[in-house]
Structure formats: C-alpha cells, structure tokens
C-alpha cells in the first residue's frame, strides 16, 4: 500500500515538473531504500520500534535528496506547505538540536498562555519539543518539520503525523499515519497544489 500510493505521487509530481526541477527528480530516483539492518540499527539507536508503515517508507527510499519535495501537507485545517523527506542520517543530525529533550508549553516563560495551549489538539500531548517525535521530513528552505510521534495524548495513536511550525511556534496534528500523509499529498497534487508551489 505504502509503495503504491509512493508511486502515484511520483506520477502527479513528474506530469507537473519544470525544466529546472527535472535533475532534482533525477536524483530523487536514484536514492535507495534502507535494508532492515539499517532500519534496525536506527531503532536501536533512538530506542524506538518504528510502525511498519514508516518502514515501508523507509524501505522504499530513505530520504528525498534535498531539496526535492516529496510531501504536499495539509495542517491547521487549510494550510499546505512541502516537504523532503528526510534520510537517516539526516534526522540524526536534526536530533542534535531539535526534539533532544523535552520542554512542556507551561514551561516556554509565558510564550504560551493558557488559551493557546487549549488550542493544542487532544491527539498531542502539551509539549513544545518531545524526545519521542521524531522528525522526518523538512521544509526546503525553513524550520518546518513533520514528525513521527511515538508519544500521543490518550486521545491519540502511536506512529500519528504530527507538524512543528515556527515563527509563530505551535505544533499541529497532521494525520493518523504515514498513509494518510501519503493520501493527503495525493489529493493535494490532484487538486493543482503543485502548480501553486512550483508554477
């Protein structure tokens, strides 16, 4: 399932490229997948059991060769923005500085009032930066990034889509897993949001 919906985006993104993304693409195909080895040597490392939705992923390549988007996500109910996914090695590099340690929202010194915590989605537990979210993918130019997160609320389930925006700071549910944030690049890129984005 995982592949095949992988499949579909690179046909709508390659029936919309422009003469400069065409090496990016290019590059974007040549990049493997990671063997289970290598996926087991990374849970190993971070103390995680990945869900086998985003091994699939994983498996079917790991990364996108910056700066190739591969995800068209929708958060925040009408927000859409790209992102490459990310390799391994590039999400240990990112766990240096972000999503490291723990920081609850009451605790940012006032950043975060009350009212805005309450806007928190219920799936989400209250914190600004989590050790057990899991950045996987990245916008192009910025300090978005979409996250696997392997601590929900409750409310939530494990392996949901998670995204932490900057500039204002908040974190966002996105979906309930990595084939609902294959779907929904899916219907993004049929809608024309490619053209929005690249055109």
């Not at 990374?42 to 498996?59: G, Q, R, S, T």
């Not at 068209?72 to 923005?81: A, G, I, K, L, R």
């Amino acid at each position: 399932m995982i592949e095949a919906l992988l499949k579909k985006i690179e046909l709508l993104i390659s029936e919309n490229l422009l003469d400069h993304q065409v090496d990016d693409f290019e590059n974007y195909k040549k990049v493997s997948g990671a063997t289970d080895e290598e996926i087991k040597a990374f849970e190993v490392e971070f103390d995680i059991l990945l869900p086998d939705d985003f091994k699939a992923l994983y498996k079917y390549k790991n990364g996108s060769y910056y700066p190739f988007d591969l995800f068209y996500t929708t958060y925040d109910e009408e927000c859409v923005s790209s992102f490459c996914l990310l390799s391994f090695d590039e999400i240990r590099k990112v766990k240096t500085y972000f999503c490291n340690e723990n920081m609850l929202m009451a605790e940012c010194d006032g950043f975060f009032s009350d009212e805005d915590i309450a806007k928190l989605d219920k799936r989400i537990k209250p914190f600004l930066y989590n050790e057990r979210w899991l950045p996987f993918a990245q916008l192009a130019f910025g300090s978005l990034y979409l996250m696997l997160d392997l601590d929900p609320s409750e409310k939530g389930e494990l392996g949901q889509v998670i995204i932490h925006v900057h500039d204002p700071d908040f974190v966002y549910y996105v979906s309930k897993d990595i084939g609902a944030l294959l779907q929904d690049t899916i219907d993004n890129l049929e809608d024309g949001c490619y053209e929005d984005f690249h055109g």
